[in-house]
Nanobody, 129 residues
Framework: QVQLVESGGGLVQPGGSLRLSCTAS????????IGWFRQAPGKEREGVSC????????EYADSVKGRFTISRDNAKNTVYLQMNSLKPEDTAVYYC??????????????????????WGQGTQVTVSS
């Protein structure tokens, strides 16, 4: 069964940190472009970060650049999103998604959300004092 499972969300104070995990079963993550997306109440889903398949190039939305880091652990079939210096506006449900990279884009941001085949169930991140 193909599945993505996120974990690591929770409640954190402004300035704090969380590490989200995205673990795959039924397929090998390192063959896929992986993206992290988020959706806050009343807002559209937005791309947060992605990592390509070729050399691990990571890209970030301007709103999280310098604070978030995406990484792969192929041995664990897991992708992480390390989130530091969290702000209240980071509050959202965070989703990871996998794209088979059929077009072999070097820059993973070239893929839109609709091109991601597999999605996790989401994990809530709340940043509040």
């Amino acid at each position: 069964q193909v599945q993505l499972v996120e974990s690591g969300g929770g409640l954190v104070q402004p300035g704090g940190s969380l590490r989200l995990s995205c673990t795959a079963s039924g397929f090998t993550l390192d063959l896929y472009t992986i993206g992290w997306f988020r959706q806050a109440p009343g807002k559209e889903r937005e791309g947060v970060s992605c990592i390509n398949t070729s050399d691990g190039l990571a890209e970030y939305a301007d709103s999280v650049k310098g604070r978030f880091t995406i990484s792969r652990d192929n041995a664990k079939n897991t992708v992480y999103l390390q989130m530091n210096s969290l702000k209240p506006e980071d509050t959202a449900v965070y989703y990871c998604a996998a794209n088979p990279d059929e077009l072999q884009y070097y820059y993973c941001s070239a893929y839109g959300a609709l091109e991601y085949n597999y999605w996790g169930q989401g994990t809530q991140v709340t940043v509040s004092s």
